[in-house]
């Protein structure tokens, strides 16, 4: 059973150029979430998705930031015209439902970097 | 929101001690405790979690309890081994929130 599949695991930038972050829930998950963690820190929410919505994006930029779960395919996580303040672990989790006693399963991470 | 504070912020313990580490929440609602290990580079890993209708869980050498009225639950390793080495998040959930509140985690160095 496939655990949540991230990818690219390594992403380089140029400020800005565009990052799209790509997250494949665990098999029979049907629940995404977004969390930020900055080197050194912990992990920061950004948005939460089932598919086709946006449940929950309080925790993201309100700007260059975006996410989406289509019918299809993976969700994605969008930064356009990327900063060096963007440089940080992107970490995708998924859980089978949204309840507050669900486990949540993390991703191996994308790691973003800006030069 | 929910608040999550980690305590303290670096342990260093000997091998085959014990090892523990505290967090407070904020949100009396909260019914929904996990704990996860990181290690340098890697994902965030479930090790073990809690949830408020009881006050101990216990996995082998691992161990989680859960004080509701003080607010605070312990992660609790014991006969620690060089491989327990790693940074340590905890966090809360309480019923009708889409997210994990995370605390800024403990880095738990175990000397051989």
């Known amino acids: 059973n496939a655990g949540v599949m991230q990818n690219p695991r390594h992403l380089v930038r140029r400020r800005g150029q565009e990052a799209r972050l790509r997250c494949s829930p665990m098999?029979?998950?049907?629940?995404v979430y977004w969390y930020r963690q900055l080197p050194e820190e912990g992990l920061k929410f950004m948005v939460y998705l089932q598919k086709e919505n946006i449940i929950d994006e309080s925790g993201m930029p309100k700007e260059r930031f975006s996410a989406e779960f289509p019918k299809e395919g993976p969700s994605i996580l969008r930064i356009q015209q990327v900063v060096r303040g963007d440089s940080a672990a992107y970490f995708c989790?998924?859980?089978?439902?949204?309840?507050?006693?669900?486990?949540?399963?993390f991703g191996e991470g994308s790691w973003l970097t800006v030069v | 929101g929910e608040n999550v504070e980690q305590h303290p912020s670096t342990l260093s313990v000997q091998e085959g001690d014990s090892a523990v580490i505290k967090c407070t929440y904020s949100?009396?609602?909260?019914?929904?405790f996990p704990w996860y290990k990181q290690e340098l580079g890697k994902r965030p890993q479930l090790i073990i979690d809690?949830?408020?209708?009881?006050g101990e869980k216990k996995d082998q050498r691992i161990a989680v309890t859960l004080n509701k009225t003080a607010k605070h639950f312990s992660l609790h390793i014991t006969e620690t081994q060089p491989e327990d080495s790693a940074v340590y998040f905890c966090?809360?959930?309480?019923?009708?929130?889409?997210?994990?509140?995370f605390g800024k985690g403990n880095q738990v160095v175990v000397i051989p």
């Open positions: 809690i949830r408020s209708n009881v």
């Open positions: 098999k029979g998950h049907s629940h």
């Open positions: 966090a809360a959930r309480a019923p009708g929130d889409n997210r994990l509140a």
């Open positions: 949100d009396s609602a909260s019914n929904y």
């Open positions: 989790a998924s859980s089978a439902t949204g309840s507050s006693g669900n486990t949540i399963y």
